[in-house]
């Protein structure tokens, strides 16, 4: 699952263009909303688009997004649990 993790941290970083940020600078139990790394709502959409094209998970529950896009150690159970891909 640390590979998963750390997998996540460069796709989070890529995707969302946070070229000041390092992996290394991302805990795991991070929040990764609010005073973690600071994402907001748009962020969250990229990060459900890329559940989808990268790991075949489609969330249909805003609800639900804001529960797994916690930290990246909820995020990759979450995907662990149910990726298709």
């Known amino acids: 699952m640390s590979e998963l993790k750390q997998e996540l941290k460069e796709?989070?970083?890529?995707q969302l263009n946070l070229e000041d940020i390092a992996i290394e600078e991302i805990a795991d139990n991070d929040p990764l909303f609010g005073d973690g790394l600071g994402l907001d709502s748009i962020d969250a959409l990229e990060l459900i688009v890329m559940?989808?094209?990268?790991?075949g998970i489609k969330l249909t529950d805003p609800k639900e997004g804001k529960k797994i896009f916690e930290s990246i150690e909820i995020m990759a159970a979450y995907i662990s649990?149910?990726?298709?891909?």
């Open 81 to 85: 649990e149910h990726r298709s891909k």
């Open 11 to 14: 796709k989070i970083i890529t």
């Open 51 to 55: 559940l989808d094209k990268d790991y």
